[in-house]
């Protein structure tokens, strides 16, 4: 059996890339420091797959197609498009194709129908997170595409439920291995819209708080009333959900929380109890 | 509610070949988008605002910048634009 070994949250804003060298030194080292830590949390629980939560930043799909989640079952996955992007340093990186179609599997067996994908490009939501922890060599990548891009959205119970029956897959899953889930995105952002650039670091903290005492009917509530007004960027926390479903509520551990005008986003990093 | 065929220009435009086709040549690529000449003009006067009512908010912000407006501008002109889309369509 399969053993699920870790859940961790990473926010994953351009701007970490693109404006890295015009960041504060005080913003770079806070970024810096989270996903040191972060990492050195995934490579402790020596992941040997890792199943990847993000959104699709219109590089897969478009609105002719647009599916609400989609699993990559892929043997392997291209490196990201985005020309900003040429520093991370795989073009393909591998899948986990027997873990990928037992999610499948389970997900259709308890009446989740996602979308499956055999060739996905794996945009800066996969490997900004992937890239900033310094995972070398990386774990197989099972990617679980949450569209939070282009309403109408999935329902943030919804989301909880598809993260419970993930764990159900790795702990289903009929062969030896350590599978770890990052959910990727958030906190409150606003991209495109009137309010861009603003950070609603009441709605983060608030947010946080409600993850970190684990009680998912009041964090259901709270989003649901307040997700609307935190920027679209903050759609990107139901992928934040789907991997407190994994560790089964249990709460999680802040690593750290920054708002970071030049990233544009509330950045936060986080791993979850499974004890 | 999106525009289809203005959301593919922009969608398509992700294509580096396509920018600077875009970049070197705007008529010509976009005589090949059926766009409704309200939507080709707003794309002709870099109407950011008419623009933002029209594709997803991310699909824009990434238009922008291909084309190579400023960022200030663009956050000027974004912030300028009118009230925050209704919850029930663009927001999060």
Not at chain 1, 25 to 37: D, I
Not at chain 1, 95 to 110: D, F, I, M, S
Request: proline fraction near 9%; aromatic fraction near 10%; charged fraction near 25%.
């Amino acid at each position: 059996m399969a053993e699920l070994v870790g859940v961790y949250a990473a926010s994953h804003g351009p701007m970490i890339v693109r404006n890295w060298n015009i960041l504060a030194p005080a913003e770079r080292e806070n970024l810096t420091a989270a996903f040191s830590e972060l990492g050195r949390r995934i490579k402790a629980a020596r992941p040997d797959a890792l199943i990847v939560i993000s959104p699709d930043h219109w590089v897969n799909f478009f609105i002719d197609n647009l599916p609400a989640i989609c699993v990559g079952v892929g043997e392997a996955h291209d490196g990201p498009p985005e020309p900003w992007f040429k520093e991370f340093p795989h073009r393909k990186m591998a899948g986990h194709p027997p873990l990928a179609e037992h999610v499948v599997r389970t997900a259709l067996e308890r009446d989740f129908e996602p979308s499956i994908s055999y060739q996905l490009a794996l945009d800066h939501g996969f490997c900004i997170p992937l890239w900033k922890t310094g995972l070398e060599p990386l774990p197989a990548i099972v990617p679980v595409i949450f569209n939070d891009l282009e309403p109408p959205f999935p329902s943030v119970k919804r989301c909880f439920a598809w993260g419970a029956m993930l764990a159900e897959a790795v702990a289903s899953y009929p062969g030896k291995l350590r599978v770890g889930v990052l959910a990727t995105g958030g906190l409150s952002h606003s991209i495109g819209e009137p309010d861009m650039g603003r950070i609603d670091e009441a709605f983060d903290r608030d947010c946080i708080r409600r993850f970190e005492n684990g009680d998912a009917p009041a964090l259901f509530d709270f989003l649901n009333e307040r997700l609307p007004g935190a920027g679209n960027g903050a759609s990107e926390v139901r992928n934040w959900v789907a991997a407190h479903g994994a560790a089964r509520g249990r709460g999680f551990e802040l690593i750290r929380y920054d708002p970071i005008p030049n990233v544009y986003v509330g950045c936060g990093f986080a791993s979850w109890k499974l004890g | 509610m999106r525009d289809y065929w203005l959301s593919k220009l922009f969608f398509d435009l992700q294509s580096p070949p396509l920018a600077d086709e875009y970049r070197a040549d705007r008529n010509a690529v976009l005589a090949r988008y059926p766009l409704k000449p309200a939507v080709r003009a707003a794309v002709e006067a870099d109407d950011v605002a008419a623009l933002s009512r029209l594709v997803n908010p991310y699909l824009l912000r990434f238009y922008f910048l291909m084309a190579g407006m400023p960022e200030e501008d663009f956050l000027r002109r974004i912030r300028s634009s009118g009230a925050p889309a209704s919850r029930s369509t663009a927001r999060g």
